[in-house]
């Protein structure tokens, strides 16, 4: 019984962790932007998909910037930025998907999209983000 809460224990400790907190608040503002980005595309009549893709991949510099100073502590480098990078691979294909069926399937409004596809891909990301991009092995890790 213990192997099969074990896991679930790991989740909730990550989830309810001061560090998610900060991570949460980043991505509010994050997905802020990205909405803001993309909906200013999309008035500037670029395509809506493509208008998220360019939106997003501004807002996550700026989450970069913000997650390396104010929740993990860490040197801005161009290496660290890669790994940032590669570590939302994952949200950006959950993203990418909610918001083309959104888009194109739902025909539901562009800021709920956004919104929803934000919240679903965010616990992924945070434990990507800190084990590959933000994980130091010199320090001693935590659980997740």
């Known amino acids: 019984m213990n192997k099969i809460l074990k896991p679930f224990k790991v989740f909730f400790s990550v989830i309810f962790s001061k560090r998610f907190?900060?991570?949460?608040?980043?991505?509010?503002?994050?997905?802020?932007?990205?909405v803001l980005f993309s909906t200013l595309l999309e008035w500037a009549r670029v395509q809506e998909n493509l208008a998220f893709a360019i939106g997003y991949i501004c807002?996550?510099?700026?989450?970069?910037?913000?997650?390396?100073?104010?929740?993990f502590k860490r040197?801005?480098?161009?290496?660290?930025?890669?790994?940032?990078?590669?570590?939302?691979?994952?949200?950006?294909a959950i993203q990418n998907l909610v918001t083309f069926i959104c888009f194109n399937i739902i025909?539901?409004?562009?800021?709920?999209?956004?919104?929803?596809?934000a919240l679903l891909g965010a616990p992924i990301t945070f434990i990507c983000l800190k084990?590959?991009?933000?994980g130091d092995k010199r320090q001693k890790q935590s659980k997740i």
């Open 107 to 117: 025909d539901m409004h562009h800021v709920f999209a956004y919104i929803i596809a």
């Open 131 to 134: 084990l590959f991009a933000f």
């Open 21 to 34: 907190l900060i991570y949460t608040l980043i991505g509010s503002f994050n997905t802020f932007n990205c």
């Open 75 to 92: 040197k801005l480098t161009f290496l660290r930025y890669g790994k940032f990078l590669a570590s939302y691979i994952p949200n950006f």
């Open 59 to 71: 807002s996550l510099t700026i989450a970069y910037i913000f997650n390396s100073i104010f929740n």
